[in-house]
C-alpha cells in the first residue's frame, strides 16, 4: 500500500458500512489519503461474493469500493471484538456505518455512545430512510429506491416502460452525498473542534436529486405544472440513428442552432424554432425533426461536422470501450495495481488537485488481512482467532 497522501492524509476512518452505499463513500476518502479501517463480520461483507473475481471472496465489484483499505474482522458482540473497537474510535476521526439504528446502538456502538469514547468524532449514519420519519425501519436497495423517487415513472415517459437505469445509481448518488456530508462535518470540526452525528439517507437522497430538473412548476404556490423537466421525458430524446449506426447530440443554444441551421440548411427550418424558449416548448418535435435529418448522413461525418461546429456530440461508447478511450488514457484516468492475483487496472481518482492529489492507494483487501497488524496498532493481542486466524 503506497503512502499516505491526499487531502485528506492523516484521517483515520472506522468504516463499518457494506454493499455500495458506504464502502463506494469511504473508497473516495481511501483514495484521497485517508486510513480506513474496513471492519467485517468473519462472513465478510456481502458485496465481496456478487460478481466475478479472481477467487471466491475478491468480486469485482467489491475490489473497486473496498481498493487502499485495511480489512479487520471483529465480532462485536463479543468482549475482545468490543474492546478493540472502542480502541479504534479513541483514534478515529470517522465512524461510518449502514447498519439500522436499533442494530447498531443495541452493540452499544450509537453516536452517544461513540461520542463518550471520542467526543470530535464525526460520525456517520448511512440508511434507506431517515429515523425522523416513518419509513425509518424499513430495509433499502437500490432498486427499491429508484422506484420510490421516480425514476421508473420518468422513464415510463421518455421509453414507455416502466425501467430502471442501467446503474445502481441510488447507490452510487447516496454514498456521494455521504462523502460531501462526513468531509463537511470534518471541515467544521477543523473550524470549531466540535465533532457532531450526520445521517445521510438513500430515499431523501434520491427525492433531493430527482427533484433538481422535475420539482419545476410543482414547487410554485399555486402550481404551474406537474413535477416534470419535459426535455428530460421527450419520446423522441434518444441517440439519434445516422446512415450507419448513431450519435448523441445535443443542439441545444442559439449558437449551436444557427450554426446547424446554417451548415445543413434543413428543409424543415424554420422562426417558429429560432429561439431556444421557442424550441423547449415544442422540444419533442424538434427532437423528431433533428431525427430526420441525421438520419441522412454517417456518424463519423456528423461528429466531424459537429466538432467543426463546437457543437457536444458523441459516439456511443461501452462501459468496456472506456478502457481504452484515448482521451480517459490520456488524462491518467486508470491505475493499474499489482495485487495477489495479478494486475487489476482501476478506474481512478477522476478530480485533479495541483497540491494534494489523490490515488489508489492499493488492492482491496483479503478478509480480515489486517487484523493483526491494526490490533497491534492498538497495543491488543489477538484472541479467539476467527476465520484462519484473521480476527475475534
Excluded at 32 to 42: R, T
Excluded at 209 to 232: I, K, Q, S, W
Excluded at 306 to 328: C, M, Q, S, V, Y
Amino acid at each position: 500500500m503506497s503512502a499516505n497522501q491526499g487531502p485528506l492524509a492523516g484521517i483515520r476512518v472506522v468504516d463499518l458500512t457494506a454493499m455500495v452505499m458506504g464502502p463506494y463513500c469511504t473508497q473516495i476518502m481511501a483514495d484521497m489519503g485517508a486510513d480506513v479501517v474496513k471492519i467485517e463480520s468473519p462472513e465478510g461483507d456481502n458485496t465481496r461474493f456478487i460478481s466475478v473475481g479472481p477467487v471466491s471472496g475478491m468480486s469485482g465489484v467489491f475490489v473497486n469500493v473496498n481498493r487502499g483499505k485495511r480489512s479487520v474482522v471483529l465480532d462485536l458482540r463479543s468482549e475482545e471484538g468490543h474492546a478493540a473497537m472502542r480502541a479504534l474510535i479513541e483514534r478515529a476521526d470517522v465512524f461510518i456505518h449502514s447498519m439500522r439504528s436499533k442494530a447498531i446502538t443495541k452493540l452499544g456502538f450509537g453516536y452517544d455512545d461513540v461520542a463518550a469514547i471520542n467526543p470530535q468524532i464525526v460520525y456517520t449514519n448511512c440508511y434507506g430512510y431517515g429515523r425522523r420519519g416513518p419509513e425509518r425501519d424499513r430495509p433499502a436497495y437500490d432498486d427499491t429506491i429508484q422506484a420510490e423517487c421516480g425514476i421508473p415513472a420518468v422513464q415510463k415517459q421518455l421509453t414507455g416502460e416502466a425501467d430502471y437505469v442501467g446503474t445502481i445509481m441510488a447507490d452510487k448518488v447516496a454514498g456521494l452525498t455521504a462523502l460531501y456530508a462526513t468531509t463537511m462535518a470534518l471541515f467544521h470540526r477543523e473550524r470549531t473542534g466540535q465533532g457532531q452525528e450526520v445521517e445521510v439517507a438513500m430515499f431523501e437522497t434520491m427525492a433531493s436529486f430527482m427533484l433538481v430538473e422535475h420539482a419545476n412548476g410543482a414547487m410554485f404556490d399555486p402550481p404551474l405544472g406537474p413535477a416534470v423537466y419535459p426535455r428530460t421525458v421527450a419520446p423522441n430524446r434518444r441517440p439519434y440513428r445516422t446512415k450507419d449506426g448513431y450519435i448523441a447530440a445535443l443542439i441545444y443554444n442559439d449558437k449551436h442552432w444557427n450554426a446547424f441551421i446554417a451548415a445543413v440548411q434543413p428543409a424543415w427550418a424554420s422562426d417558429l424554432y429560432a429561439t431556444l424558449e421557442a424550441r423547449a416548448h415544442q422540444i419533442d418535435a424538434v427532437y423528431g425533426l433533428v431525427a430526420e435529418t441525421l438520419a441522412e448522413r454517417t456518424t463519423d461525418e456528423w461528429l466531424a461536422l459537429f466538432r467543426e461546429l463546437e457543437i457536444p456530440a458523441a459516439p456511443l461508447n461501452t462501459p468496456d470501450a472506456l478502457f481504452d478511450d484515448p482521451h480517459l488514457n490520456a488524462v491518467g484516468l486508470f491505475e493499474t495495481v499489482d495485487t495477489p492475483h495479478g494486475p487489476v487496472k482501476f478506474p481512478g481518482v477522476p478530480t485533479w488537485f495541483s497540491r494534494t492529489p489523490g490515488r489508489v492507494r492499493g488492492p482491496a483487501p483479503e478478509l480480515g488481512a489486517d487484523t493483526a497488524a491494526v490490533l497491534a496498532e492498538l497495543g491488543l493481542g489477538a484472541a479467539d482467532p476467527v476465520g484462519g486466524g484473521h480476527g475475534f
